[in-house]
C-alpha cells in the first residue's frame, strides 16, 4: 500500500463549480499535513498546511481526519486558473524532515 | 530575497559522467532536502539535511552523495550518471517540521 494516496483524476469542472479532492495515509503516526498545488513543469508551491481543527483559505478549505487517516482539500467558486496538479503532503513520524508526497490529483477547469 | 535558487535549469550527460546539482537558499532554513519526479511516480526523497553538517538518506539515494557544509547551500553529486537518473530534480528547504518546503525551479537531467 501507498504511503500517501490520491485519486489521480482528471477532475474535469466548470467555472465555478465545487470540487473536492482526498488523500489517504498509511501511517498513522505522521505529524503534519500539507497541501501543494504544481502547474505543469513547474515546481511545487505550498497551497496551505492541513489542521485538525480544519482550516480555510479564501475559497480554499482542507480538512483532516485523524482517526479515519484521511485528508481532504475543498475548492469553492472553481477558476481557470485552479487547474493545476495538487498535491497532498504528509511529515511522517520519526524523521522530522521526511515529507512524503502523493502522486497527484489533476484538475482542470473549463469555460 | 531569491529563496531557494538551482542550477543549473537543464542539463545533458553522458552515461558514466559526474556532475554536481547546485542548490542555495537564502532564508536561513535549517532543513534542506532533494527530490526526484517521475511521471506517474510523485516525488521522491533523495537525501536530506536538518542542519550544515547533518546528511541522510532518503528513498532512493543510490547513485547520489549530498554535503551540507553551510546552512545555505546543498548541493546534489551523481556519481556515475545512469539513463534511470534521467529526472526532474527539485531541491527544496523549509523552516522546521512545522511548515512546508519551498521548492527550488528544477533541474530537467537527460542521460543519453
Known amino acids: 500500500r501507498k504511503e500517501v494516496e490520491q485519486d489521480p483524476g482528471p477532475f474535469n469542472v466548470p467555472e465555478g463549480a465545487t470540487v473536492a479532492f482526498n488523500c489517504t495515509y498509511s501511517n498513522s503516526a505522521s505529524q503534519s499535513f500539507f497541501w501543494y498545488r504544481q502547474d505543469c513543469r513547474k515546481e511545487p508551491k505550498l497551497l496551505m498546511s492541513v489542521y485538525s481543527s480544519g482550516n480555510e483559505d479564501g475559497r480554499f478549505t482542507a480538512q483532516l481526519n485523524r482517526a479515519s487517516q484521511y485528508i481532504s482539500l475543498l475548492i469553492r467558486d472553481s477558476k481557470l486558473s485552479d487547474s493545476a496538479t495538487y498535491l497532498c503532503?504528509?511529515?511522517?513520524?520519526?524523521?522530522?524532515?521526511?515529507?512524503?508526497f502523493g502522486t497527484g490529483t489533476r484538475l482542470q477547469v473549463t469555460l | 530575497n531569491a529563496g531557494v535558487t538551482q542550477t543549473p535549469k537543464f542539463q545533458v550527460l553522458k552515461t558514466g559522467q559526474s556532475m554536481t546539482l547546485q542548490c542555495a537558499q537564502d532564508?536561513?532554513?535549517?532543513?534542506m532536502s532533494w527530490y526526484r519526479q517521475d511521471p506517474g511516480m510523485g516525488l521522491r526523497l533523495i537525501h536530506y539535511s536538518v542542519g550544515a553538517g547533518i546528511t541522510d538518506q532518503g528513498e532512493v539515494p543510490n547513485g547520489y552523495n549530498v554535503s551540507r557544509s553551510t546552512t545555505e547551500d546543498f548541493p546534489l553529486r551523481l556519481l556515475s550518471a545512469a539513463p534511470s537518473q534521467t529526472s526532474v530534480y527539485f531541491c527544496a528547504s523549509r523552516e522546521d517540521s512545522n511548515y512546508g518546503y519551498t521548492f527550488g525551479s528544477g533541474t530537467r537531467l537527460t542521460v543519453v
Open positions: 532564508m536561513n532554513h535549517e532543513y
Open positions: 503532503v504528509v511529515n511522517e513520524g520519526g524523521t522530522a524532515s521526511k515529507l512524503t
